[in-house]
C-alpha cells in the first residue's frame, strides 16, 4: 500500500495544513482496506497511524482524536522501523533533514510504548532489504510459533 500522503500532497497545488492529515488518514486507511481484500496473505503498508499522529504532534503540536483513537485501535502484524543510516535523499516532500534521528525515537519510543512486534532495518543496499524479508518471511511463512513477539523490556522482537 503505497502512502497516500504523496499522491494527496502532490495534487493539493498549496501548502499542507493541519486539517489535511486526517482527510489524508482517512484515505490512506480506504485504500488500504481496498488493497487487504485483494492481499494473498501480506499486505505492506507505507505508513500507519503511528507514524501519521507523529507527524501531526511533531508539526501541529496537535492530533486529530479520530487517528489517535485509530493509532490506539488500528494495529500491525510487524512494523519494520527504519533506521536513519541512509544517507538524506531530498524530494519536495521530505520535511526535517536535520531532526532524523528526534523523529526516529519518536517512532521507537511509540511502538514501545504499545508492545508492538517490530523489527530495526538497518544496512545499506542489499543487507537492508534481506533483513527485511527475513523478518516478513519468518513472522508470515514459517510454521514456527510467532518469532516477533515483543520482548518483555519493550524491545522489538528481531533486532
Request: overall charge negative; aromatic content about 12%.
Amino acid at each position: 500500500m503505497p502512502e497516500y500522503a504523496r499522491e494527496y500532497l502532490y495534487a493539493l497545488g498549496r501548502p499542507y495544513e493541519y486539517e489535511d492529515i486526517a482527510l489524508i488518514a482517512r484515505k490512506q486507511l480506504e485504500q488500504e482496506n481496498n488493497l487487504a481484500k485483494k492481499a494473498k496473505k501480506v499486505l505492506f503498508c507505507d505508513t500507519d497511524f503511528l507514524v501519521t499522529k507523529i507527524w501531526s504532534l511533531y508539526k501541529y503540536g496537535k492530533c486529530d482524536p479520530w487517528i489517535e483513537e485509530m493509532a490506539e485501535s488500528h494495529r500491525y502484524d510487524l512494523y519494520l522501523l527504519c533506521n536513519t543510516d541512509l544517507p538524506w535523499e531530498d524530494d519536495p516532500l521530505r520535511e526535517h533533514p536535520q531532526q532524523r534521528d528526534e523523529l526516529f525515537r519518536l517512532y521507537l519510543k511509540e511502538l514501545k510504548s504499545i508492545h508492538a512486534s517490530f523489527i530495526l532495518i538497518s544496512g545499506i543496499g542489499k543487507q537492508r532489504s534481506e533483513k527485511a524479508i527475513s523478518a516478513v518471511e519468518m513472522a508470515f511463512y514459517s510454521n514456527r510459533p510467532h518469532p516477533l513477539a515483543p520482548f518483555p523490556n519493550g524491545e522489538g522482537g528481531i533486532v
